[in-house]
């Protein structure tokens, strides 16, 4: 059983709408959580962290974490044809970090 | 400040040959991550080095990989001999701290097994 699994997608938006990207976790233990964004070809660049149950919101992004249903999402407001990326959700646990393989979003013009 | 960086980007070998990836963390980064990302998946944790000591090595296929952190800065990650599986890209990422720290990746090197 993985950590981390996500939908690899891709999740096809329209340009100016909400993306939403979902996660879910396997150990009810894990703590931190961690959304990355990687351009093709690429590194992956953090986005923002949560710690905490319920929303965090930076900017356009809000993190959700809901650790009794063991899972965590990112909401992207106002997509952008930039936003196009695969999204990594990651957590940290057992003194590791561990990453699904992430969901590719296409948002469209 | 300059971010992470990586030598070389790209490499292509053959089987049963050998290869080394040179890794130079952010200045003061006590922390450095080698991970391993498969085309289509997401990176996985090889090696993490706190300082120059091992924090964790427990994905790292000892019998062909090893890694090392010499005075706590530059890194080296070699596998011999490769094999065709070993294709993907490895990256690497420092942190100012150990265990949960903002991660900062460098550009990471195409190695392709042939």
């Known amino acids: 059983q993985k950590e981390v699994e996500q939908n690899s997608g891709p999740l096809s938006v329209p340009e100016g709408a909400i993306a939403s990207l979902n996660c879910t976790y396997s150990?009810?233990?894990?703590?931190?959580f961690f959304w990355y964004r990687q351009y093709s070809g690429k590194s992956p660049e953090l986005i923002m962290f949560?710690?905490?149950?319920g929303d965090k919101e930076d900017g356009r992004f809000t993190a959700q974490l809901n650790k009794a249903s063991q899972y965590v999402s990112l909401l992207i407001r106002d997509s952008q044809p930039s936003d196009s990326a695969t999204y990594l959700c990651a957590l940290y646990n057992f003194n590791k970090f561990y990453f699904g393989s992430g969901t590719k979003l296409n948002v469209k013009p | 400040e300059a971010g992470v960086a990586q030598s070389p980007r790209y490499k292509i070998i053959e089987k049963r040959q050998s290869v080394a990836f040179w890794c130079n963390p952010i200045s003061g980064h006590a922390t450095l991550y080698w991970y391993q990302q498969i085309l289509g998946q997401g990176p996985k944790l090889l090696i993490q080095?706190?300082?120059?000591?091992?924090?964790?090595d427990s994905q790292l296929p000892k019998d062909r990989f090893s890694a090392e952190r010499l005075k706590g800065v530059d890194s080296t990650l070699k596998i011999q001999p490769a094999k065709l599986e070993d294709s993907a890209v490895y990256l690497c990422a420092s942190s100012l701290m150990w265990g949960v720290d903002t991660q900062y990746f460098g550009p990471g090197t195409r190695l392709t097994v042939l």
């Open positions: 949560i710690y905490s149950n």
């Open positions: 080095f706190q300082n120059n000591g091992v924090v964790d």
């Open positions: 150990d009810r233990g894990s703590q931190s």
